[in-house]
Nanobody, 124 residues
Framework: QVQLVESGGGSVQAGESLRLSCAAS????????WGWFRQAPGKEREGVAA????????YYVDSVKGRFTISQDNAKNILYLQMNGLKPDDAGMYYC?????????????????WGQGTQVTVSS
């Protein structure tokens, strides 16, 4: 029943910034974790960042630590990903996902709900 809608993708040059948003509806208490994945052409889908909905515990893949920041507005059910210092390797389709079971070294244990994705292109 959860619906996730991403926005904010676009085309930028290396070193520039983007902020992605994910608007959610239909959450229940079971859906206590959400975050961002990305998939570049020819690459496997990769978990980028996640956050526990009932707190501020966060996860980041090593390659984005210090550059990306995940945050949420629980009153509005919006998830954000602030992406600074973008690199060509950051390019890809970014997906918002929600599930449960936050794990500090991995993100969400289950990702049951997915958005349609928003494209990020980074030119050098």
């Amino acid at each position: 029943q959860v619906q996730l809608v991403e926005s904010g993708g676009g085309s930028v040059q290396a070193g520039e910034s983007l902020r992605l948003s994910c608007a959610a509806s239909g959450f229940t208490y079971r859906d206590n974790c959400w975050g961002w994945f990305r998939q570049a052409p020819g690459k496997e889908r990769e978990g980028v960042a996640a956050i526990y909905r009932r707190g501020e515990s966060t996860y980041y893949v090593d390659s984005v630590k210090g550059r990306f920041t995940i945050s949420q507005d629980n009153a509005k059910n919006i998830l954000y990903l602030q992406m600074n210092g973008l690199k060509p390797d950051d390019a890809g389709m970014y997906y918002c996902a929600a599930g449960n079971g936050f794990i500090g070294h991995r993100g969400c244990y289950e990702n049951n709900w997915w958005g349609q994705g928003t494209q990020v292109t980074v030119s050098s």
